[in-house]
């Protein structure tokens, strides 16, 4: 599973202005509804009943919010760098300013198990981070995120 599998260019927003957790959220299950051709509130609150069980801040200004829906064929991430960075109840309590969303078929079992651990890994980079929070294009941090589990890889 490569991050190349799950994004695209129009996965991609470069300067997200959200200014909570809840707006962040369905922001990108509005993107997200466009990209996978299911209804934003489907996707919006399947990603809420996953922040109800537990925060998917996972610290370092990163959060990885995921779900499973049913009429997914396969699948979808997207990747989104707020403006500014926003409360979203991490493990370390700092705010958030890189989010990886990921969607999976609910049939998906180990693929959205390794999906999430292939980006966590690329995302606990500190410099790919660095890198991240350093350009403020779609295409540039497409880019990035392609070039570097490109080199993970190798």
Request: with cysteine.
């Given at each position: 599973?490569?991050?190349?599998?799950?994004?695209?260019?129009?996965s991609?927003v470069?300067n997200?202005?959200?200014?909570?957790?809840?707006q962040?959220?369905?922001d990108?299950?509005k993107?997200?509804?466009?990209?996978?051709?299911?209804?934003?509130?489907a996707?919006?609150e399947?990603l809420?009943e996953?922040?109800?069980?537990?925060?998917?801040?996972v610290?370092?200004?990163?959060?990885i919010?995921?779900?499973?829906?049913?009429?997914l064929?396969?699948l979808?991430?997207?990747?989104?760098?707020?403006?500014?960075?926003?409360?979203f109840?991490?493990?370390d309590?700092q705010?958030?300013?890189l989010?990886?969303?990921?969607?999976?078929?609910e049939?998906?079992?180990?693929d959205?198990?390794?999906?999430?651990?292939?980006?966590?890994?690329l995302?606990?980079?500190?410099?790919v981070?660095?890198?991240?929070?350093?350009?403020?294009?779609s295409?540039?941090?497409?880019?990035?995120?392609?070039?570097?589990?490109?080199?993970q890889a190798?």
């Amino acid at each position: 599973m490569e991050i190349n599998d799950l994004i695209s260019t129009e996965s991609v927003v470069a300067n997200l202005h959200a200014t909570s957790k809840k707006q962040a959220i369905q922001d990108l299950a509005k993107k997200a509804a466009g990209i996978t051709g299911l209804h934003e509130r489907a996707i919006f609150e399947v990603l809420m009943e996953r922040e109800r069980l537990g925060t998917t801040g996972v610290g370092n200004g990163i959060a990885i919010p995921h779900g499973k829906l049913a009429n997914l064929d396969k699948l979808y991430g997207l990747f989104a760098r707020l403006e500014k960075p926003i409360d979203f109840q991490s493990i370390d309590e700092q705010p958030v300013d890189l989010i990886f969303l990921l969607l999976a078929p609910e049939t998906a079992g180990a693929d959205h198990l390794k999906a999430l651990a292939r980006v966590s890994r690329l995302l606990r980079d500190k410099t790919v981070c660095d890198k991240l929070r350093g350009t403020d294009q779609s295409e540039a941090l497409y880019a990035l995120l392609i070039e570097e589990t490109a080199h993970q890889a190798a």
